[in-house]
C-alpha cells in the first residue's frame, strides 16, 4: 500500500514570504503530525492532528500552523519566513496517535530552502 | 522530562563488521515506546522497530539485532555484518503512553553510520 506522500519535495522561497505544505497519510491513517529536522537542533515535532483537531503542539511560534480535512489529508503553513525555517519538514502517519501504541510512519519530507 | 541521547555522533566501519549504535532514554511514565528510524540521504524516515516498555525481549530480524534494558534505559542497535547499503543516518525515539501525547516522539540527535567497502 502506498505510503505516507508529501510534495513539494523541494522548494526555495524568500524571507517574508509563507509556504504550504501538503501530506497524504497512509490509507486507514487518521493521526497526521509534522517534524521539523534541522543541522542544528534536529528533529523537532510541531503539532499532530486527528480527525480534523489538532490534539498536541510543540514548542514553536504562531507563524506554524495546519490543518487536517475530512480525508486525513494534512497540510502545514509557515507565514513571515525567516532564514531559519530552512529545513526538512517531515509528515508522518499512523492509525490513531504513536502515544497510544502505534507505528509513527513518515514521508520523504518536503525540503524548504529560504533565501 | 523526556530525553533521548545518541552519544556516538559518527560511526565508522569497514563491510563485514558489526556495529552497535547505543540509545540512552529518559523518562518519568511506565509505560513507553522506543523506535528505531534509519535516514538514508533522501530523507524519508524508515521504520525499522517499535518496542513496548512492557516487553523487554531482544529481537533479531535478519542482520539486525536490539537489546532492550530498562534497568538501564538503554535500546541499543546492532548490525551484524554490515554493508554498504546500511550507510545512514540513525535515529532512536520515544514516545509516551498518554492520551495527552498522541503525535510526539522525541528523538536522539542521531548517529551517522558509514560502512567502507
Known amino acids: 500500500k502506498a505510503g505516507v506522500t508529501q510534495t513539494p519535495r523541494y522548494l526555495i522561497k524568500t524571507r517574508g514570504q509563507q509556504v504550504t505544505l501538503s501530506c497524504s497519510p497512509i490509507s486507514g491513517h487518521r493521526s497526521v503530525s509534522w517534524y521539523q529536522q534541522t543541522p542544528g537542533q534536529g528533529l523537532q515535532f510541531l503539532f499532530e492532528y486527528f480527525s480534523e483537531t489538532q490534539r498536541n503542539k510543540g514548542n514553536f511560534p504562531g507563524r506554524f500552523s495546519g490543518r487536517q480535512f475530512s480525508n486525513s489529508r494534512s497540510e502545514m503553513n509557515v507565514s513571515t519566513l525567516e532564514l531559519g525555517d530552512s529545513a526538512l519538514y517531515l509528515c508522518a502517519s499512523s492509525l490513531v496517535g504513536v502515544g497510544l501504541g502505534n507505528t509513527i510512519y513518515f514521508g520523504e519530507g518536503s525540503w524548504l530552502t529560504v533565501v | 522530562a523526556q530525553k533521548v541521547t545518541q552519544a556516538q555522533t559518527e560511526i565508522s566501519v569497514v563491510e563485514k563488521e558489526d556495529v552497535t549504535l547505543d540509545c540512552v532514554y529518559e523518562?518519568?511514565?511506565?509505560?513507553?515506546?522506543l523506535f528505531w528510524y534509519k535516514q538514508p540521504p533522501s530523507g524519508e524516515l524508515v521504520f525499522l522497530i517499535r518496542?513496548?516498555?512492557?516487553?523487554?525481549q531482544n529481537e533479531i530480524s535478519g542482520r539486525y539485532s536490539w537489546n532492550f534494558q530498562k534497568s538501564t534505559s538503554s535500546f541499543n542497535f546492532t548490525i551484524t555484518a554490515s554493508q554498504v547499503v546500511d550507510s545512514a543516518v540513525y535515529f532512536c525515539a520515544l514516545s509516551e503512553a498518554r492520551s495527552s501525547n498522541t503525535g510526539k516522539l522525541i528523538f536522539g540527535q542521531g548517529t551517522t553510520l558509514q560502512v567502507k567497502p
Open positions: 523518562t518519568r511514565d511506565t509505560t513507553y515506546y
Open positions: 518496542r513496548n516498555s512492557f516487553d523487554e
